[in-house]
């Protein structure tokens, strides 16, 4: 898949609207990174993309195919697969066991090479792993299922800072080989640090949407834009 594409998406959890009319574009070769306040609807968005939650009205395309009445199964099938938060590993699986039971032919396994931190932690459980590691292990198990589209929720959560920035580089590399990501990611000055395109959700809707650089060189311009301040944006955007 070279382009997932949202085009005025609304989501609701029950009867609760909570994102609505979000357009954008997710092309391969980059990082396209969602930020925003915490229940601004970033989590559920990325469950309508992978399909745990269903989408209320608008489209979802992979190459102008429409992904919407696809199951998740399905969109994993396309190439879509989704790391979720709270580093969600077979505990009592070793590292190589955690990896096996998602792998997908004969692809070559890329974890030594991205993170060859776990290069030794193969035959340990998964649940005596660091939380760093952990989220290695998480992120290695998405690129298991050779995935064309890789969408990541918030994977510093609960890390330091410090692991958050050995992370974000693997993340970058695989962008760079054609993987198309959208990145959720609460610290948003290291997520800006590697993206290509910035959306900022806020209140459900997108507040800015453009390239990253602009928010990366401004912390005045992403305030506003977590503020809801689409107008305060583009102009200081301008």
Do not use: C, W
């Not at 609807?41 to 009205?57: M, N, R, Y």
């Not at 699986?93 to 993170?115: K, W």
């Not at 890390?159 to 990145?183: H, N, S, T, W, Y």
């Amino acid at each position: 898949m070279k382009e997932l594409k949202l085009e005025d998406v609304a989501v609701a959890r029950g009867a609760a609207p909570i994102v609505r009319d979000v357009t954008l574009t997710v092309p391969a070769g980059e990082v396209t990174v969602l930020l925003g306040p915490n229940g601004a609807g970033k989590t559920t968005l990325l469950e309508a993309v992978a399909g745990v939650l269903p989408i209320a009205s608008g489209r979802l395309t992979g190459d102008g195919d429409d992904l919407a009445g696809l199951d998740r199964v399905a969109r994993a099938r396309r190439g879509i697969a989704l790391v979720e938060q709270g580093r969600t590993v077979f505990t009592q699986l070793t590292v190589a066991e955690n990896l096996r039971v998602v792998r997908r032919g004969g692809g070559p396994d890329r974890t030594a090479e991205l993170f060859p931190e776990l290069d030794k932690r193969m035959d340990v459980p998964a649940g005596l792993l660091s939380g760093g590691e952990q989220q290695m292990v998480v992120l290695a198990r998405a690129l298991a299922m050779s995935p064309s589209v890789l969408l990541i929720d918030e994977m510093s959560l609960g890390l330091a800072p410090v692991i958050v920035k050995r992370l974000l580089p693997a993340v970058r590399q695989l962008a760079d080989e054609g993987v198309a990501v959208l990145l959720v990611e609460q610290f948003a000055t290291l997520a800006l640090e590697i993206a290509d395109t910035a959306h900022v959700l806020a209140g459900g809707r997108v507040t800015h949407s453009g390239p990253a650089a602009p928010l990366r060189k401004s912390p005045e311009l992403l305030h506003a834009a977590y503020l809801g301040e689409p107008g305060r944006v583009d102009e200081e955007g301008a």
